[in-house]
């Protein structure tokens, strides 16, 4: 069962990378419906906010 997961979770990834570079998806399978062009701002992460510390007085 593990590698079974590997190996969907690898065409997966490989299939998002592909997508991402505007390349076409390299198995030949049809993009997802409601999958539209890449957009800049959509799927991209921020910089992650620094931590704040709560005083504990």
Known sequence: MRKLVEWVLNI???RYDAHRA???DPYD???PDGL???SDERG???PEPS???RSTA
Request: aromatic fraction near 0%.
């Open 29 to 31: 399978l049809p993009a």
């Open 12 to 14: 997966t990834q490989a």
């Open 22 to 24: 505007g390349e076409p």
């Open 44 to 46: 991209r992460v921020g």
């Open 51 to 53: 931590p704040q510390r």
């Open 36 to 38: 539209g062009p890449v």
